[in-house]
């Protein structure tokens, strides 16, 4: 009964989306006298909630034109722009904001695009302890989280201290390959203040001692303890999936004016990071093998904030250091 109700649950919505939807469409624009992507772009405010909605359009034109236009180079943007006025008989010199509008939008889609594509070549590119640059990355990762602690040698256990699983870092790179240290080493450098002292609070343990009062055993006994590097390549992996599920297409088309680029992805892994740590400790694990639960539910949590179509997942950190420009 499901499965049958299912299947006509599905048919309607295709009836809807060939059918009825195409025909409504044609009556508004005899109404208005205006295209969808006219009525879209002067209805709606510059971010997500125009940029989705251009979005959905043009992947749903039978046009050839229009459905190509999402996977145009972005040196190609401009022509498009000019290919679908003439398309839709939009006339540029009196309708000069609609092409301003459409090439900021068309930007945002195809660099999200881009931006999946870059993103996903750095985590498959493994951490090479024979590549210098990649060697010179994580030594600067550990001056910025320990600049009072010299490193005795490049495999030693003073990698736990920062949170690393075993003497060489290297290994615990696997799943997110450089994406996880280019992270790690942005959140240090740009929000220096937070990674430390987010680094400081995951080295504190749990605190029972049964001589404490019980309301100060309570305000000690937050679970703190995790490791940062681990959790930080963790939370990269969390972002990741936000990328390339499009959930976090509401944030990116919000923040950035035109085309997302890498750094807009690791502002919002500091975001990410500062979030989870007040999670966890607002959570009160019993320890951390409760990880994946807490993890999950904050997950969540984030997706249902992307579902806002004004949402930004911006970092506490000052704005002029984002370039953030559509808040």
């Known amino acids: 009964m499901k499965h049958f109700l299912r299947v006509v649950t599905q048919f309607f919505v295709f009836l809807y989306f060939k059918c009825l939807w195409r025909g409504l469409k044609f009556v508004v624009r005899k109404f208005t006298g205006r295209c969808e992507l006219q009525r879209i772009c002067y209805n709606n405010k510059h971010g997500a909630r125009r940029t989705l909605k251009i979005e959905s359009s043009l992947r749903y034109s039978k046009n050839e034109l229009l459905q190509s236009a999402l996977s145009v180079h972005p040196d190609k943007v401009e022509k498009t722009i000019d290919d679908i006025m003439a398309l839709k008989h939009i006339n540029p010199d009196t309708n000069p904001q609609l092409g301003i509008s459409l090439q900021a939008s068309l930007l945002q889609i195809v660099g999200y695009r881009q931006l999946v594509a870059e993103v996903e070549k750095l985590r498959r590119e493994p951490y ?36 690393f699983q075993g003497s060489d870092p290297k290994t615990d790179f696997r799943g997110m390959g450089l994406l996880g240290l280019h992270n790690l080493l942005y959140f240090a450098e740009h929000d220096k203040s937070t990674a430390l002292q987010i680094l400081h609070d995951s080295l504190q343990p749990k605190h029972n001692e049964a001589n404490r009062p019980e309301w100060e055993q309570k305000n000690q006994d937050k679970a703190i303890g995790y490791s940062f ?27 950035a004016p035109e085309m997302p680029s890498l750094v807009y992805l690791q502002q ?22 409760e990880f994946n639960r807490v993890r999950s539910k904050f997950h969540r949590r984030i997706l249902r904030q992307l579902k806002n179509p004004d949402a930004t997942l911006c970092p506490h950190f000052s704005a002029s250091d984002l370039h953030l420009v559509n808040l």
């Open 268 to 289: 919002t892994f500091c975001y990410l990071m500062q979030e989870f740590h007040q999670f966890w400790v607002e959570e009160d694990p019993s320890d951390i093998m």
């Open 229 to 255: 590097a681990i959790v930080g390549i963790n939370i990269t992996d969390l972002a990741h999936s936000l990328l390339v599920s499009g959930a976090l297409k509401t944030h990116l088309y919000n923040v």
């Open 128 to 163: 090479d302890c024979e590549n210098a640059e990649h060697e010179q990355m994580l030594m600067k990762l550990w001056k910025e989280l320990r600049p009072d602690t010299p490193l005795s040698s490049r495999i030693s256990k003073q990698w736990c201290e920062i949170g």
